[in-house]
Nanobody, 124 residues
Framework: QVQLVESGGGLVQTGGSLRLSCVASGRTFSFYAMGWFRQAPGKEREFVASITWDGESAYYADSVKDRFTASRDNAKSTMYLQMKDLKPEDTAAYYC?????????????????WGQGTQVTVSS
């Protein structure tokens, strides 16, 4: 079992920045790829970013590329999502998720564990 807890969401103006955190407990965090997903009201969950077990590689959705950066600190069992130049369309609940393999993926079905989410609201 892996327990994931997100934090860092909030209300920010267009063009602002936020950093989300995801703290993992349970199974060894450092072995697995992690991901960020988001879901806006009335919309399907969508992929945001994925990062390999060692943090050396990351993959981003086109909509957030060059604005969001995923990173991780395995010593702290924590993954981060640094978000800058936020736009109203980034408003959503953001979820972190863990795979059970080291390689990254943009498919939600490839993730075994999920956090409860943290809300990000970007005002125009």
């Amino acid at each position: 079992q892996v327990q994931l807890v997100e934090s860092g969401g909030g209300l920010v103006q267009t063009g602002g920045s936020l950093r989300l955190s995801c703290v993992a407990s349970g199974r060894t965090f450092s072995f697995y790829a992690m991901g960020w997903f988001r879901q806006a009201p009335g919309k399907e969950r969508e992929f945001v970013a994925s990062i390999t077990w060692d943090g050396e590689s990351a993959y981003y959705a086109d909509s957030v590329k060059d604005r969001f950066t995923a990173s991780r600190d395995n010593a702290k069992s924590t993954m981060y999502l640094q978000m800058k130049d936020l736009k109203p369309e980034d408003t959503a609940a953001y979820y972190c998720a863990s795979r059970l393999v080291p390689a990254l993926s943009h498919y939600g079905d490839h993730y075994a564990y999920w956090g409860q989410g943290t809300q990000v609201t970007v005002s125009s």
